[in-house]
């Protein structure tokens, strides 16, 4: 699986804590929101990862392991979870556990986001990318948009009701709280 990030660290060979020294370095760079890829080869840097990103607040979003190179993927952390929503149309998670074939359900989150854990059948736009997708949707379906928290979705559903969409909901709070079937990207 390829998953497209902002910024690939290459600490391999690096044994701790320099792979961790290294990404805080790097992630000082980075926007709120963007991902990073963390190429390491010590085999205790998942653990030192996974809890460094927790302590400082980033979303740690899982690790690939091909041929001995563990990849690390964090996403750097933002105020989204304060950000008051907009969009009139508001749904919550359960809403979506059964929708009909006239329902997409819109994954708004980064690329390593959606490959890590999203719901089965999404369709993963990035809201980046939005912009320049929103012809391949039909715009007589109801769309339901999700991301982690809310708040992407919030701008995501905003931006398509502007563009006519009429269906539009956002889905609160999104994957930081489902407890629904996931599905995975090989």
Not at 53 to 61: D, I, N, S, V, W
Not at 123 to 144: A, C, H, Q
Not at 150 to 164: E, F, V, Y
Request: hydrophobic share 35%.
């Amino acid at each position: 699986m390829d998953i497209k990030t902002h910024q690939t660290l290459d600490a391999k060979g690096l044994a701790c804590p320099m792979p961790i020294v290294k990404t805080k370095k790097v992630m000082k760079d980075l926007e709120a929101g963007q991902v990073i890829e963390v190429q390491a080869t010590d085999k205790g840097s998942t653990a030192d990862m996974k809890a460094w990103a927790e302590k400082t607040g980033h979303q740690y979003l899982g690790t690939m392991e091909k041929s001995d190179v563990l990849s690390h993927y964090i996403r750097k952390s933002s105020d989204e979870d304060s950000q008051e929503k907009q969009h009139p149309h508001v749904v919550d998670n359960e809403m979506i556990q059964s929708l009909d074939d006239d329902s997409i359900i819109l994954d708004v989150r980064e690329a390593a986001e959606y490959a890590f854990g999203h719901i089965p059948n999404a369709t993963s736009v990035p809201l980046d990318e939005l912009d320049d997708r929103m012809g391949e949707f039909d715009d007589t379906k109801n769309i339901y948009v999700v991301c982690r928290t809310g708040n992407r979705s919030d701008m995501a559903a905003l931006k398509l009701a502007a563009r006519g969409f009429e269906h539009v909901y956002n889905v609160v709070p999104g994957m930081s709280d489902w407890s629904g079937e996931t599905s995975k990207l090989d």
